[in-house]
C-alpha cells in the first residue's frame, strides 16, 4: 500500500524558475527521502531528511519535513530543462514492524521544465 | 563499474508462458527489492530479500516467484498465474546496516500479448 501522496501530479514551469513538489504521509517515519526518475530508467536517490531534521539542503535541492503535519517538500532552485522528470518521495513505516530498509513510495510529481 | 543491472530492457513474451528478470549487483549489499510500476502510478513492492536464502512477499506478490541463491543476484520470475503482467520491473538494492538509501538498476518493460 501507498504511504506517500505527491502533490501536484504535474508541474510545468520555465527554466530559471522555482519547482516546488509536496509529499503528504499517512504514519510515523524515522525518515523520508526524494528520488528522481527520467524517463524509463531507474529511481536515483536525490535526498533524505530525518524525522528529527526540519530542513536539508543539497546543491539546488531544499527539503523540509513538517512531522506534525506529516508532510514534506522538495524545493528545485533555478530549474533546467535538465531537471525534467518525475520525483517520487518514499518512507519508512516503523508501526510495521521495521522491516529494514522497505520503502513506501508515492505516485510522483512529473516535473516538466521548458527551455 | 559498481551498480545494478537488470536485463534484457526490453521483454515481450506470449500470454500463459513465465519469463524471468535478471537482476545482478556488485555493491555487496545485503538487501534486495522488486518493485513493478505501472503507468501514472508509484512503485509496488513485490518481494523483497534481506539476505541470501531467504525473502518475504511485498503488497503484490501473487503470480510471482523469486530466489536468492547468491548475495549478488535477485531473479525474478513472472508466473502466468500474474493476471496483468505487462508492467516496468524495476529492481533495487540496499547495504543494510542502518542504510535507508536505495539502489536502483535500468528496469525491464515487459509485454505480454
Known amino acids: 500500500s501507498q504511504q506517500g501522496e505527491e502533490d501536484p501530479q504535474a508541474l510545468s514551469i520555465q527554466e530559471g524558475e522555482n519547482a516546488t513538489m509536496n509529499c503528504s504521509y499517512k504514519?510515523?517515519?524515522?525518515?523520508l527521502q526524494w528520488y528522481r526518475q527520467n524517463s524509463g530508467r531507474g529511481l536515483v536517490h536525490l535526498i533524505l531528511i530525518r524525522s528529527n531534521e526540519r530542513e536539508k539542503h543539497s546543491g539546488r535541492l531544499r527539503v523540509t519535513l513538517d512531522t506534525s503535519k506529516k508532510s514534506s517538500s522538495l524545493l528545485i532552485t533555478a530549474s533546467r530543462a535538465a531537471d525534467t522528470a518525475s520525483y517520487f518521495c518514499?518512507?519508512?513505516?516503523?508501526?510495521?514492524?521495521?522491516?529494514?530498509?522497505?520503502?513506501?513510495f508515492g505516485r510522483g510529481t512529473q516535473l516538466t521544465v521548458w527551455p | 563499474d559498481g551498480g545494478i543491472t537488470q536485463s534484457p530492457k526490453y521483454l515481450f513474451r506470449k500470454e500463459g508462458q513465465n519469463v524471468t528478470l535478471s537482476c545482478e549487483q556488485n555493491l555487496n549489499h545485503d538487501a534486495m527489492y522488486w518493485y513493478r510500476q505501472d503507468p501514472g502510478q508509484g512503485l509496488r513492492l513485490i518481494y523483497y530479500?534481506?539476505?541470501?536464502?531467504?525473502?518475504q512477499k511485498g503488497d503484490i506478490a501473487e503470480g510471482y516467484s523469486v530466489s536468492r541463491e547468491k548475495k549478488e543476484s535477485f531473479p525474478l520470475t513472472v508466473t502466468s498465474a500474474q493476471k496483468n503482467p505487462t508492467a516496468f520491473y524495476l529492481c533495487?538494492?540496499?547495504?543494510?546496516?542502518?542504510?535507508?538509501?536505495?539502489?536502483f538498476g535500468p528496469g525491464t518493460r515487459l509485454t505480454v500479448t
Open positions: 518514499a518512507t519508512d513505516d516503523p508501526d510495521r514492524g521495521s522491516t529494514l530498509g522497505r520503502l513506501y
Open positions: 530479500s534481506q539476505i541470501v536464502n531467504d525473502f
Open positions: 533495487a538494492s540496499n547495504p543494510g546496516q542502518g542504510s535507508y538509501e536505495q539502489y
Open positions: 504514519t510515523s517515519i524515522n525518515n
